[in-house]
């Protein structure tokens, strides 16, 4: 049986505003989620996260379910607005004490806190007076807020993650407006990822300059897609790299090599803004590990500007701006989002991000499924999510062989949650949950894990 490294990081991942509930307890500020799903038509159903899962009062029990599943680590995020209820200045104790009293429970339980700043729950006061991620001010208003999470939670809390996929931020919040605040824009994406990419770097430099005695680590979550060239043509293999390129080059470049992708230049000429000398010095290094959240892969083709495939099957960002066509193979599997299940797209990815980057140690932060569950005589058989999980990680189990540094996996999602746009209508989790009772199940996969976990390999 193949195993993995003995210190592999098993873990599982969550984020605030798809768990907690407790939308307006105890001095919480409003998020621009909270206003986003309030919208009619924006989310499926009109669900909202008002509820949710309702980690906020339960989170007890739900550390106790990740003992039992013999997790080594969990991934959760913080609520700004939950801290600090304005995004600024003031800070709210009881928001403080929530986040306090989670981290103590799972230290008690064993498990190593991961904690992501922020996964996409804005403060709305950010959003209506400063323009939120299109101004330059935000880029302070994180590092203050960074700030005081490292000085409240830092003595317990080792492993930090700036930012959780700053593209979905970008070309869903504000280019497809399909995610909050909902703008749509060819421009103001790139915008909005300059400021991330400086907040998540000054957030870094504050880190690592004032709290080193504390002796973490911090990095940022970055979110890609596999493209595999379509067919074997020159104008098709560098129609994927280029997609790859304006994916996760985007902003990975940035911290690695100091600057955006050579090719986003060329083809977004002033839409894409420039960093200053100071700037791109900041930038350079801070991440400690190159967090990754891979979901699925497609197929990249030369958009001959006939546009046949064009962006039928899905996302590929502003896809006019690459020049590339998505497409699927018909023979490969879907999950209930429509994502095609390609364990090999997985391994080659780590291994693009591996050469590219000079062999930086990875940490799978998300990789998940959602399929339609039944909770049927107290058990839900979802042989199809144990499938797919058992396929990714004999994945990462080969890319390790081959020498890349993954180091840990956090599968998506602990529990079934609030899946943004599409409300409670998707299931990810590896435990069920009852929205009407908020009553939690393992599913079978949790039980897959749980040996997987203790046998330390995914062949089981
Ligand atoms: C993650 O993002 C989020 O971090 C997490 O909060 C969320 O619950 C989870 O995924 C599940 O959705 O639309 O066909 O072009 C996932 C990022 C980016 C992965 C787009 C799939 C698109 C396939 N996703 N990608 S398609």
């Not at 830092?154 to 970008?170: F, M, Q, S």
């Amino acid at each position: 049986m193949e195993k993995f490294p003995k210190d592999f990081i098993w873990g599982t991942a969550t984020s605030s505003y798809q768990i907690e509930g407790g939308a307006a307890l105890d001095g919480k500020g409003p998020s621009i989620w909270d206003a986003f799903s309030s919208i009619p038509g924006k989310i499926f159903e009109g669900g909202t996260g008002d509820v949710a899962c309702d980690h906020y009062h339960k989170f007890k029990e739900d550390v106790q379910l990740m003992k039992n599943m013999g997790v080594k680590a969990y991934r959760f995020s913080i609520a700004w607005a939950r801290v600090m209820p304005t995004g600024k200045d003031t800070v709210n104790e009881k928001g403080i004490q929530f986040y306090s009293d989670l981290i103590d429970e799972l230290l008690k339980a064993d498990i190593t806190p991961w904690v992501t700043l922020y996964h996409w729950d804005l403060p709305l006061a950010l959003q209506l007076e400063d323009d939120g991620w299109l101004g330059t001010a935000i880029v302070d208003h994180f590092a203050a807020y960074a700030n005081l999470c490292f000085e409240r939670f830092g003595d317990r809390v080792k492993n930090w993650i700036t930012l959780n996929e700053p593209w979905v931020v970008a070309i869903l919040g504000y280019g497809q407006g399909v995610f909050a605040p909902g703008r749509t824009s060819n421009s103001e994406p790139y915008l909005a990822a300059h400021h991330l990419i400086l907040a998540h770097a000054k957030a870094v430099n504050l880190y690592r300059e004032n709290y080193s005695y504390q002796a973490g680590q911090i990095g940022i979550t970055n979110n890609c897609d596999w493209r595999e060239p379509l067919t074997d043509s020159q104008q098709d293999k560098a129609a994927a790299e280029r997609a790859l390129e304006f994916f996760l080059a985007w902003f990975a470049d940035p911290i690695y090599k100091g600057d955006y992708p050579a090719v986003m230049k060329e083809r977004l000429g002033e839409r894409l803004p420039n960093f200053s000398a100071a700037e791109k010095e900041m930038m350079l290094g801070t991440s400690d590990f190159f967090g990754l959240n891979h979901y699925t892969t497609m197929y990249a083709a030369h958009d001959d500007g006939t546009g046949k495939n064009q962006n039928v099957y899905g996302n590929g960002g502003i896809s006019e701006d690459q020049a590339v066509d998505l497409s699927l193979d018909k023979n490969w599997k879907l999950t209930n989002m429509n994502w095609a299940v390609v364990p090999w797209g997985c391994k080659k990815l780590l291994a693009w991000i591996d050469e590219r980057y000079g062999q930086p140690e990875i940490i799978i932060t998300e990789n998940g499924c959602a399929y339609v569950d039944e909770l049927v005589d107290g058990e839900v058989d979802d042989q199809e999510r144990l499938d797919f999980y058992k396929g990714y990680l004999q994945a990462c189990q080969q890319a390790i062989s081959e020498g890349i540094k993954l180091k840990g996996f956090f599968a998506w999602s602990f529990m079934d949650n609030f899946e943004w746009a599409s409300g409670y209508s998707k299931r990810f989790g590896l435990h069920y949950v009852d929205f009407e009772t908020l009553e939690r199940t393992p599913k079978k996969s949790a039980l897959w894990f749980k040996d997987a976990i203790a046998q330390n390999s995914a062949d089981v």
